[in-house]
């Protein structure tokens, strides 16, 4: 597994979540992990932004699909692919109150150096 892929993602989603916060009053935003289930953790990326439209939620994964003005739609495509790569899966859902959730899984993997 690649760490600096891993880190690209976390960073794509989390510069995504600031940009999506920079009109709200609230700011938060969280990063999470867990085990959830034998061999898979769950990475989640929470903020209080302006969130995503439902109708929208099944496309923002989609080449070249963006909800920013300056944006060209490739960041979220990357980070499917990269997350499938080493075979886990990645959705967004709208959190109940505001703001975006975005999660993906990944096999634990035990790396030696």
């Known amino acids: 597994m690649n760490r600096i ?5 976390l ?11 920079s009109s709200q009053a609230r700011r938060e935003l969280r990063l999470a992990t867990r085990l959830i289930k034998s061999g898979m953790i769950m990475v989640t ?3 209080t932004g302006t969130g995503i439209p439902r109708d929208e ?3 923002v994964f989609n080449p070249f699909q ?3 003005q300056n944006g060209l739609g490739l960041g979220l495509s ?9 075979g886990g899966r990645i ?5 109940s109150d505001c703001g975006m959730e975005f999660n993906f ?3 634990v993997v035990v790396m030696y150096e």
């Open 5 to 9: 892929e891993i880190e690209q993602v």
């Open 11 to 21: 960073l794509n989603l989390m510069k995504n979540a600031i940009d999506a916060m």
């Open 45 to 47: 990326v929470s903020d």
């Open 57 to 59: 939620l099944d496309k």
């Open 66 to 68: 963006t909800t920013k």
């Open 78 to 86: 990357i980070c499917r692919s990269l997350i499938e790569n080493y």
């Open 91 to 95: 959705w967004a859902e709208q959190r």
């Open 105 to 107: 899984t990944l096999p």
